[in-house]
C-alpha cells in the first residue's frame, strides 16, 4: 500500500493549485485521497479562481499566483498552468519555501529546468514532477523483472505513444503555440512520459538517438502552428540496445496509447497504459498475460496496489499513489521511484537532443546529461 501523510507525523498537509482545468482535478482528488486539504487555488483572473475555487471545493481563491505562493497556509503549491509559466513560478514557489510539484515539461529549455533541479536540491524541499505512470502498479512489476534479469540481456525496444485529439485542422490548443507551450508540443507533452518510462522500467539511459519530426497542420482552427504533431525517434541505450519510439497525437482512435515493449535475450515484456492490469510476457516456447495480484508481486509494486486482483486499477490511481509519496517525502520518508525536478531536467535534455536531431535531417545526436 502507499504511504498516506497521516502515517508521517506531519499532520495534514494543506495544499494550494495553480491552474484550474483538467489536471487541476487531477491533482485535487489525489491531494484529498493522500490526506491533504486543498486551501486555495489562482488562476490567471479574479473571476476564473474564484469559478475554479468553487469546481474544485477550495477553501479561497487567491487573487494571483503570487498572493497563494506568498499564503502561510500553504504547505505545497501544485502547478498545472501553461508550460511557459512552469519555470519561473516553481522557482518562486520555491524561494517561498513551499514543496512544489511541478507539471511537465517542469521547463521549455534545458536550461530553465537545470537551475530548477539546483535550486530544489539547495532548498531542502521537496520538488517533484508528475511522471505518473511509473505509478502503474504494472509497471513496477515490469521494473523488478528487468532488474533481476529475467528478461536477459536488454536487446531492443518497441515503443510509442499514440494520441488522436489532434486529429483534424480544427483542434486547436494554447499547446500548439510555442509562446505558450514551449518549442515542442507532441514530444515534450507525451513523448516525455514515455522516454522517462523507458529509463525508469530498464534502469539506464538513452545514450543517443536520432529524430524525425513532422508538422501535420501549418494552421489549426485559423492559428498557425508552430509546434509538432509527430516524433519518430531511433534511440540507443547506454547498454546498447536499439529502439524505435513514435509519438504521435494524429493517431486515430488512440485515446491515450502509451505502450512499452523491451526484447531481451530470454524474455520480451510489454506493458500497455490503456491496459495497466497486465503485462505480457514472451518467451520462445510459450507466452503468458500476467494480472495483477498483490499477492504474487514484487514488493514495489504490491505497496502501490490499493485494492485487491479483480478490482480495476487505472490513471487516477497511479496518480493518487504519486502524489502519497510526495506528501510522505515532504514528512522525511524517501519513496522508491519518486520523480523530481532532476528527472524533469533529464526529460527537458532529451526533448532538445530530439529537437536538435530533426533540425539537422535526423542527425545521431548524443544525450550526455
Known amino acids: 500500500m502507499t504511504t498516506d501523510v497521516t502515517d508521517t507525523g506531519l499532520g495534514t498537509i494543506r495544499a494550494g493549485i495553480?491552474?484550474?482545468?483538467?489536471?487541476?482535478?487531477?491533482?485535487?482528488?489525489?491531494?484529498?485521497?493522500?490526506?491533504?486539504?486543498?486551501?486555495?487555488?489562482?488562476?490567471?483572473?479574479?473571476?476564473?479562481?474564484?469559478?475554479?475555487?468553487?469546481a474544485l471545493g477550495a477553501d479561497r481563491a487567491e487573487s494571483d499566483a503570487i498572493a497563494l505562493l506568498e499564503a502561510a497556509d500553504i504547505d505545497v503549491v501544485?502547478?498545472?498552468?501553461?508550460?511557459?509559466?512552469h519555470a519561473e513560478l516553481a522557482l518562486r514557489a520555491l524561494q517561498a519555501g513551499k514543496h512544489v510539484v511541478c507539471e511537465k515539461p517542469l521547463a521549455t529549455t534545458a536550461h530553465d529546468a537545470k537551475t530548477l533541479a539546483d535550486a530544489a536540491e539547495a532548498s531542502g524541499r521537496?520538488?517533484?514532477?508528475?511522471?505518473?505512470?511509473?505509478?502503474?502498479?504494472?509497471?513496477?512489476?515490469?521494473?523488478?523483472?528487468?532488474?533481476?534479469?529475467?528478461?536477459?540481456e536488454l536487446l531492443t525496444l518497441d515503443c510509442s505513444y499514440l494520441q488522436d485529439w489532434?486529429?483534424?485542422?480544427?483542434?486547436?490548443?494554447?499547446?500548439?503555440?510555442?509562446?505558450?507551450?514551449?518549442?515542442?508540443?507532441?514530444?515534450?507533452?507525451?513523448?516525455?512520459?514515455l522516454c522517462d518510462l523507458i529509463e525508469f522500467v530498464i534502469g539506464e539511459r538513452i545514450r543517443a538517438l536520432s529524430a524525425r519530426t513532422r508538422r501535420v497542420f501549418p494552421e489549426r482552427a485559423g492559428h498557425e502552428v508552430d509546434t509538432e504533431d509527430i516524433v519518430a525517434v531511433l534511440v540507443e541505450t547506454v547498454s546498447g540496445a536499439l529502439g524505435t519510439l513514435l509519438i504521435s497525437q494524429m493517431a486515430a482512435g488512440r485515446k491515450n496509447a502509451l505502450t512499452l515493449e523491451l526484447h531481451g535475450s530470454r524474455q520480451s515484456i510489454r506493458f500497455e497504459q490503456e491496459r495497466p492490469e497486465e503485462l505480457w510476457i514472451g518467451m520462445r516456447e510459450e507466452s503468458r498475460l500476467l494480472l495483477r495480484d498483490p499477492a504474487g508481486s514484487d514488493p514495489d509494486s504490491a505497496r502501490l496496489q490499493r485494492v485487491p486482483a479483480g478490482h480495476s486499477m487505472g490513471y487516477q490511481d497511479a496518480f493518487n499513489g504519486f502524489i502519497a509519496d510526495?506528501?510522505?517525502?515532504?514528512?522525511?520518508?524517501?519513496?522508491?521511484?519518486?520523480?523530481?525536478?532532476?528527472?524533469?531536467?533529464?526529460?527537458?535534455?532529451?526533448?532538445?537532443?530530439?529537437?536538435?536531431?530533426?533540425a539537422d535531417d535526423g542527425r545521431w545526436v548524443e544525450v550526455t546529461a
Not at 482535478?25 to 479562481?49: C, I, M
Not at 500548439?176 to 507533452?189: I, L, M, N, P, T
Request: contains cysteine; glycine residues 10%.
Open 18 to 54: 495553480l491552474g484550474g482545468g483538467f489536471m487541476a482535478r487531477v491533482h485535487r482528488t489525489a491531494a484529498r485521497d493522500a490526506g491533504g486539504e486543498l486551501r486555495a487555488v489562482a488562476t490567471r483572473s479574479a473571476a476564473g479562481s474564484r469559478h475554479a475555487a468553487d
Open 78 to 85: 501544485h502547478i498545472c498552468t501553461p508550460n511557459a509559466t
Open 126 to 152: 521537496v520538488a517533484a514532477v508528475p511522471f505518473i505512470y511509473r505509478y502503474h502498479p504494472m509497471v513496477r512489476e515490469a521494473r523488478a523483472r528487468v532488474a533481476r534479469g529475467d528478461i536477459g
Open 166 to 193: 489532434m486529429l483534424f485542422s480544427t483542434d486547436d490548443d494554447w499547446r500548439v503555440r510555442s509562446a505558450a507551450g514551449g518549442a515542442s508540443r507532441a514530444f515534450a507533452d507525451i513523448g516525455s512520459h
Open 326 to 358: 510526495v506528501y510522505a517525502a515532504m514528512a522525511g520518508a524517501q519513496p522508491e521511484g519518486m520523480p523530481t525536478f532532476a528527472d524533469g531536467h533529464r526529460s527537458a535534455v532529451l526533448t532538445e537532443a530530439v529537437l536538435e536531431s530533426a
